[in-house]
């Protein structure tokens, strides 16, 4: 018999303001949730109340602290904790530009094929391989917190971002780094990964209980085929 260990849920934040203007935020601070971001946080709220989760992990960035708000007023017993790995990529000088003029830019087609071999520019822009080795080490580590202190039955809600999240899919399903742009997590949707001493299992991916998100919609990347990089916004 498989031993089994926490289940994490990983929650995208709710759509935020940058999202709604196709603006790639990166860690800039003061981006917070749109009307759209806070209806779903609400929502989002009402569908975790009833697990319940053991503790809420969050990025400190203010879109995803908001969106994990209304669970913690609805589950004011769960602790919060804040984990500054699972933070948004540092996207360096490309932080704050519209995701259409980053289409333009020779780095895109390397984030779009080869994200392994990418790195941000600017000071303190950051490699897409050392933003998945921080967050699988941050999601691994609090595995091992909430198991040792909840058992291992326990679950427990991990609030990141788009890129994080997918790069954590990724190693959970063995794939390569350089085919996370495959894996689509929208605005404040559900993916669920439970972790064993032999693998992880992926049971829910970008779940937002709706199908919304399978709707047509306008895209501000080059070319049909490209993932946005930071996430994207959603369905309108």
Request: hydrophobic fraction near 40%; glycine fraction near 10%; proline fraction near 8%.
């Amino acid at each position: 018999m498989v031993a089994v260990m926490p289940t994490v849920i990983l929650v995208r934040h709710g759509r935020s303001t940058a999202n709604a203007e196709k603006v790639l935020a990166g860690r800039l601070p003061g981006v917070a949730l749109d009307e759209t971001g806070r209806d779903q946080a609400g929502a989002l709220a009402a569908r975790l109340a009833g697990l319940p989760p053991a503790a809420v992990v969050t990025s400190p960035l203010q879109r995803c602290r908001e969106t994990v708000q209304p669970l913690l007023d609805a589950l004011p017993d769960v602790p919060l904790h804040i984990e500054e790995r699972i933070s948004e990529c540092a996207y360096g000088d490309w932080s704050g530009r519209k995701i259409a003029e980053l289409a333009d830019e020779p780095l895109w087609g390397v984030v779009q094929r080869y994200p392994s071999a990418a790195v941000f520019p600017g000071e303190g822009g950051e490699s897409v391989r050392a933003m998945q080795a921080r967050a699988v080490d941050a999601v691994r580590e609090w595995n091992a917190r909430i198991e040792e202190s909840h058992g291992p039955d326990a679950l427990y809600v991990v609030c990141s971002h788009g890129d994080i999240i997918k790069s954590i899919v990724a190693d959970a399903l063995g794939m390569h780094l350089d085919l996370f742009q495959r894996i689509a997590v929208d605005p404040c949707s559900v993916t669920a990964i439970r972790y064993t001493p032999e693998r992880p299992f992926l049971l829910r991916l970008g779940d937002t209980g709706s199908l919304d998100s399978l709707r047509p919609r306008e895209r501000p990347t080059a070319a049909p085929g490209d993932a946005e990089v930071g996430g994207g916004a959603g369905a309108p």
